[in-house]
């Protein structure tokens, strides 16, 4: 089973809103850090939003104010709410766990959690 799944990707005009969901296969995977990052082909990782143990959240700068990552840890599911989408948001999200808690759980750290999904494409036209 793999560890982390994501869903709620897709196909939306610029401005529009979607909201990505995450799902850890065990709460291993959602008691510590959690977080999101995107990637597009030929470019690096890019952390996207973080929370951490302690329930703080941060933003790369390039989403904040429109994206907003909640954590229901009984539910052991990660959110991404994103609004106001712009083209340059176009990409495969992915949701990432550090269980082991060793890392700052910040967003520029997300790119490096041991565990990630598979991906859901995130695709904003004009």
């Known amino acids: 089973q793999a560890p982390l799944v994501e869903s709620g990707g897709g196909s939306v005009q610029s401005g529009g809103s979607l909201r990505l969901s995450c799902t850890a296969s065990?709460?291993?995977?959602?008691?510590?850090?959690m977080g999101w990052f995107r990637q597009t082909p030929g470019k690096e990782r890019e952390g996207v939003a973080a929370v951490d143990r302690d329930g703080k959240v941060s933003y790369a700068d390039s989403v904040k104010g429109r994206f907003t990552i909640s954590l229901e840890r009984a539910k052991k599911t990660l959110y991404l709410q994103m609004n106001d989408l712009k083209l340059e948001d176009t990409a495969m999200y992915y949701c990432a766990s550090d269980p082991t808690g060793l890392s700052d759980g910040t967003y520029s750290e997300v790119p490096r959690f041991g565990y990630w999904g598979t991906g859901t494409q995130v695709t904003v036209s004009s």
């Open positions: 065990s709460s291993t995977y959602s008691s510590r850090h």
